[in-house]
């Protein structure tokens, strides 16, 4: 029985995917192990959207070989199909698989030959997205289920549409038919995942939207909890504000790309909206849903970003109601329009406006979660710490730490909060 170890950098998409690969091996009688174990084949599913992910795949390789010098390596997912070249160079490489073909992996490792040390497809010729069927899932209360992969947006900045190719949906049925196998299961939360999930529907025939998904799981029941990932601001309507504000299984939480809070910078990104809708737009969402949770995306030091375009995004974010930042240093991508973009931002001065950026977000956090003090969530409890707090999730995504309690993991139970944490808040169940 080979052992196989696998370790997973990146999105939720990769998440996924990384889990169906280890359900796939484990069906075929590989064993799974730690990574930081020894085994014979270890597996990195890397994510490329900036050089820092690169390097850290790098360094994953390095200590793959360092647990087990003999050991097989391969390398798969967006670094490993956008510069296979470069990956299959990398000392201790054995295989490098590109995104179309990881979900081929068993007969991969079974049959791959030394000469072909590169497996990556064109993967811009894909029209299809497949849904991924797990029958398990690492973590015990919640699941990912990916309903949309690629991207036709190719802002500026973005390495990804060249990583997973054009944007493509799975059919409407079997995203049904995933929630309800999920909740049959056992799991009390779903999310949605998807590389442009607003675009969810617009390939298919006939064409859907991701309203419609929503609508009709809503309609089932299936599921206690809903979660949506990350979705554009111009893909917010009304109407799907309103379905949130009355939903009683999707959950208050929303992640929307800001990037840039100046319009100037906005248009050499190629985003397609200005500072001023997307200030509207998160008032309209907070204004139908008062206790939502939004976190941003936003990119410190896009090429000719100005001390004053800077100030303009940190002045729109301080005004915003949004709950949590999700900060990204520009990472020059070749390949891409921005990276030949003139103006490119000193090293020093991006991570300076990181920082300031970082700090904002966490005061933007701390602000949030300190509005629960005395007033009760609803929190899917997770699992228990050896410290005797038991950790569990909002349906608005704060994390929620109770000292003492000794009820049922994967339950939605009442918590009154009492303080705010590092990381979210803590409190207490009654009786």
């Known amino acids: 029985m080979q052992r196989v170890a696998i370790s997973t950098l990146g999105c939720k998409i990769n998440q996924f995917e990384s889990a169906a690969m280890t359900e796939s091996l484990g069906k075929e009688g590989y064993r799974i192990v730690p990574f930081d174990g020894d085994a014979d084949i270890y597996v990195i599913n890397t994510c490329t959207v900036t050089a820092k992910t690169d390097a850290e795949s790098r360094r994953l390789i390095r200590r793959a070989l360092r647990s ?23 000392p201790g490489v054995s295989l490098v698989v590109g995104n179309s073909e990881k979900k081929g992996i068993v ?6 030959v030394p000469a072909e040390k590169v497996i990556v497809s064109d993967i811009s010729r894909e029209r299809t997205a497949e849904g991924l069927r797990l029958e398990s899932f690492a973590e015990h209360t919640r699941a990912f ?46 999310v949605l995942t998807g590389i442009h999930l607003g675009a969810y529907g617009l390939d298919l025939e006939p064409q859907s939207s991701l309203l419609a998904l929503l609508e009709a799981a809503e309609a089932e029941e299936a599921v206690p909890r809903l979660r949506v990932g990350s979705v554009e601001p111009n893909e917010l309507t009304d109407d799907f504000i309103d379905f949130m504000a009355r939903s009683k299984m999707v959950c208050p939480h929303l992640h929307i790309p800001l990037q840039s809070g100046d319009d100037g910078v906005l248009a050499r990104m190629g985003r397609h909206y200005t500072a001023d809708f997307f200030r509207e737009r998160v008032g309209r969402i907070v204004a139908a849903i008062p206790d939502i949770f939004i976190g941003c995306d936003v990119i410190a030091g896009f090429p000719g970003e100005t001390d004053e375009e800077f100030l303009n995004t940190v002045r729109l974010i301080d005004e915003l109601p949004v709950a949590a930042l999700h900060v990204f240093p520009y990472s020059r991508r070749e390949g891409t329009v921005a990276a030949g973009m003139e103006g490119q931002v000193d090293g020093k001065v991006l991570r300076a406006r990181g920082e300031v950026l970082r700090e904002l977000g966490e005061r933007k956090k701390r602000a949030f979660c300190g509005r629960f003090v005395g007033r009760q969530l609803s929190v899917l409890m997770q699992n228990r710490g050896r410290d005797g707090e038991a950790a569990g999730l909002s349906r608005n995504y704060l994390a929620v730490r109770v000292p003492g309690y000794g009820g049922e993991m994967n339950a939605e139970v009442p918590v009154s909060v009492t303080e705010v944490t590092t990381d979210g808040v803590r409190g207490i169940t009654r009786g």
């Open 68 to 90: 087990n010098p003999e050991a097989r390596v391969v390398v798969t997912g967006c670094y490993a199909q956008v510069a296979p070249e470069t990956v299959r160079d990398l």
């Open 107 to 112: 007969e991969l490792l079974r049959y791959a």
């Open 145 to 190: 289920l990916q309903v949309q992969n690629g991207c036709d947006a190719f802002c500026s900045y973005c390495i990804v549409p060249y990583a997973r190719g054009r944007s493509r949906s799975v059919p409407f049925d079997e995203v049904l038919t995933g929630i309800r196998t999920f909740a049959a299961q056992g799991f009390r939360e779903v």
